[in-house]
Structures are given as C-alpha cells and as structure tokens.
C-alpha cells in the first residue's frame, strides 16, 4: 500500500467515525423519540444486547447466501422505520423512503457484475444505509435511559469478545467475508482492491452511542472527550495497525477488529467524565429544537437547561 493509499483510507474511516458520531448528537439534539414501552433502558439491556452479538454472527454463517440479504434487509427496514419514525410520521411515506434506500443498496450490489466489494456505488449507499441505522439505534437507546457507565461496559465486553474472536477463533474473519458484497452487509467503508477502511455496523453503533450518551450526560466535555476517543482509537488505531504491522513484517492483516482499541479507552473515557459529577438524566436534557415530541408536538427548550 502506498503512503496516499494509506492516507486517503485513513481519511475514509476518520470521517466514517466521527461522521456516524456526530450524526447521532445532531439527531439526539433535534429529535426526541418516545420512551419505550418497556422503561428506561439499563444495564441488563446491555446484556441481552451483548447475547445479541454473541448470537448473530453465528446466525448469518449458518444462513445459505440467497436467504441473508432478505434477513439482513427486514432487520434494517425495521430499525430504520423505528428509529425515524419521529421524523417522517406518515406510515405510507415512511416505508415507502425505507423501501427506495433499500432498493437502491440491492441494486448497487446487482449492478456490480463482477466484484460489489470494489464498486464504489455499492459502498456509498451502503455506508449510508448502515450509519443511518446506527444513528437511529443510538438514539433510542440513549434517550431510552441509557447511561454511560452501561455503554462503556458494553464496549470493554464487545473488546474482550473480538479479541477472541479475531485471535483465538477466526470468527470474525469468516463473517466478514461471508457479508461482503451481499446488500445489506453490516459494514461500511470503502474497498479498492486488496485494500480498504471498513467498520461493522456494530463498531459505530458503539461510537454513535458512546459520544451521544456522553453528551447526554456530561454536555459539551462528554462530547469532547467522546470525539477525541473515537477519532484515535476508534478510527486511527484500527486503520493505522494494519498499515504498521505490513510495513514490519510484510503481512497485510485481512481484518482487525476496532473495538480492540476503542473498547479499554472508551471505559477509560468513562472512568474520567465521572469524576465530573453524576450523569445527566434525560430528564435534565432539553434539547433546543424539536422536530418531533413522544406527543406529537413540537417544543422549544428552556436556556437554563439547554445542554
């Protein structure tokens, strides 16, 4: 890989990282969703969260390959009808958006007869498939009541867990290359030839929720500190690594997994913010323009409380 090759991918996953995290914050800003049915979500949401992880890869290796674009398009048609619901209101103009953008991911993934993993159409309406899911995912469980110390928890949990996965059993190789290339795949970035900066949809929807909830609890110095993580150890360490390690040994690594690096320092990044105080509830979070209440009806927040 030569030094522009290595520069412009890591620009790539750099405004991929902070792009999905600052998307969120702008989102959890401008909209409100409504509280879910169930309560406020918490730590044990986590864990069923992270029995998802465990569970899905296992799920889609197993799926024949003419079944797994169908699984992975109904769960993102349902994540994005959730999840923007607030936003376009109308069910027939709502589904019928989900249904274009998703139109548009399969065809870019037809359309590239030879290779959809080095079409760049596939990888732009992807990425943007996937970060908008991420985005939305965030967001319901940052203002669902999710709190910090959960979300750092989890993402310390999701390092341990590809840290196994990637080194003792190569399960997060065979994913990766099962869903590649497949509408839908959970990953965005960009590939050309044997090179490229992806992120796993899980990967940003760690960076989108970590800084959303840090700036939900902590404001402007949560959001701070959260771009600052995401950016070295969310997108500079996993993009760097592999640069690095080629240069040294001559093997380019086929994948290494982020939440290796951004996992230990987003706990760190907890371990910091909370010596500032106890978090900030979504309660004592008016954000300053609403397009959407859980009611209906469009709001204004007071200055006081504006975070």
Known sequence: MTVAQSVFFVFVTLAIALGV?????????????????VGAFNGNDMVIMMGFVIALPFLYLSLPGWLLPPVLGLTLAGGLAVGYGPVVRRGLVRWSLIVALLAADWLAARTAEDDPTHALPYWLVNSVVIMMMAVGAANLNAQGGLK??????????????????????????????????????????????????????????????????????????????????????????PTLTPITVEALTGHLPEVVPAQIFFGPAAFFGYVVLRRRGPERRMADVRPPARLATAHGQPGAASPRNRP
């Not at 995290?21 to 049915?37: G, I, K």
């Not at 065979?174 to 030839?193: C, E, H, I, N, T």
């Open 21 to 37: 995290s600052l998307a969120s914050v702008a989102y959890f800003r401008r909209v409100t969703l409504p509280r879910p049915a």
């Open 148 to 237: 910090l110390r959960h979300v750092s928890r989890f993402a310390l949990a999701l390092a341990a867990y590809d840290l196994f996965f990637a080194t003792v059993v190569p399960l997060t190789q065979k994913l990766f290359g099962a869903v590649q290339g497949y509408a839908f795949a959970p990953s965005a970035g960009l590939r050309m030839g044997e090179f490229g900066a992806v992120l796993g949809m899980g990967d940003l929807l760690v960076y989108a929720l970590f800084t959303t909830v840090a700036y939900k609890a902590y404001g402007r110095s949560g959001l701070a500190l959260a771009l600052g993580l995401v950016a070295v150890f969310g997108a500079l360490g």
